[in-house]
């Protein structure tokens, strides 16, 4: 078994919102799910997202124009 070794800057804390940035990203839990595994609040679980750039929007650009065009 390898053993990796955790960079002293990833402390337990970031290491969770690490994860549901990324389980967020790829359509594995909602926003919701996300903040509370990160433990954080909507607002500063966003704000991750953003720092990460990854969307908060789970819509296709195909979806927008559907959307747009029934308007």
């Known amino acids: ?12 804390k970031e290491a969770k919102i690490a994860m549901a940035a990324q ?14 595994i990160a433990g954080l609040t909507i607002w500063d679980f966003l704000y991750e997202l953003g720092k ?10 195909e979806d927008l124009e559907e959307e747009l065009e029934e308007i």
Not at 25 to 32: C, E, R, S, Y
Not at 52 to 61: A, L, V
Request: charged share 35%; no cysteine.
């Open 52 to 61: 990460r750039k990854i969307s908060y929007i789970n819509i296709t650009p």
């Open 23 to 36: 389980l967020f990203k790829v359509g594995k839990v909602t926003l919701k799910q996300g903040e509370e």
């Open 1 to 12: 078994m390898k053993v990796i070794k955790i960079p002293k800057w990833l402390d337990e």
